[in-house]
């Protein structure tokens, strides 16, 4: 039996990959600050500190590399955005430097970034081989790429998944849109024309796990659905699939900026991104379209 060893495993991706692992017959375990308090089997670490049970790497042939600070959690105050940076940064220079000074059993590392790496405007059909934009977020993931792509020169074959906007029922844009959406209060924001590049949480986790399981795949894949849509298609279909009317304007970009601060334009990023290249390898996405994924998380999720 394989042993797959996640950071970030009790996050919104790391459970729901948790969860399709095991199913597969994998053992799974995490890294943890506080690995008593959790159910899933845990070793700790601190990456503040440089701490790590090294116990973690010589039990595991797989990591997936999910931890970092919420980015949209709340406002970007210098603080916060150090927050974001260090999370990624010293978590992933820790499993480097223990994995360089001591004897383990890894043998494959995929790690997270996101498709902030293009900036909020990068071009239509926006390739793996597209330069990186010039944003807060942008520079973040260069940064955190670079440390992970460090691990290879280990010997260690190296994945990177650029995420996209996830839906699940469990957080994210649904869960975050379904309060307002019941009181009958749902608004696109901007124009709403912007193009969305999300991603149903299962088909996610399955990149990760196909990376995984595919031995003669490493590099960079955009972790996206194969069809982008429009911020007003996405907030359209979440009302229809909870019964409730969508009929306000769109909530235009200053009060998005009064509202959310910094984090306004992200809010906003018109992302059309390919999925090609992990479809070129051999992926085959469950949902292919954002109808068809927001009606499993909603509607098929009740039964």
Known sequence: MTKILITGGSGLLGSNLTKNLELLGYEVSWLSRNPKKNKQKSYFWDPEKGDLDLTALKENEIIFHLAGAGVAEKRWTSAHKQEILESRIQSTQLLYKS????????????????????????????????????????????????????????????????????????????????????????????????????????????????????????????GVGPKTESNKKLTQLICKNLHRPFFLPGIPEFVLRILFGEIAPMLVANQQISSQKIEDAGFQFQFKTAEEAVYDLIQVSKN
Not at 104 to 113: E, L, N, Q, R, V
Not at 116 to 127: K, R
Not at 181 to 209: C, E, R, Y
Request: glycine share 10%; aromatic share 8%; proline share 5%.
């Open 99 to 222: 994995l360089k000074e001591n004897s383990h059993g890894i043998k494959t590392f995929i790690a997270a970034s996101a498709v902030g790496f293009y900036g909020n405007n990068p071009p239509a059909n926006t390739l793996e081989s597209t330069k990186p934009g010039n944003t807060f977020l942008a520079d973040v993931c260069i940064k955190w790429e670079a440390e992970s792509l460090k691990i290879q020169d280990l010997g260690i074959r190296v994945g990177i998944v650029r995420i996209g906007i996830i839906l699940s029922t469990q957080g994210g844009f649904i869960k975050e849109l379904a309060p307002i959406v019941n009181l009958g209060l749902a608004a696109p924001l901007g124009n709403g024309n912007m193009q969305t590049p999300w991603i149903h949480i299962n088909d996610l986790s399955k990149i990760f796990i196909y990376l995984a399981e595919n031995k003669n795949l490493s590099g960079i894949f955009n």
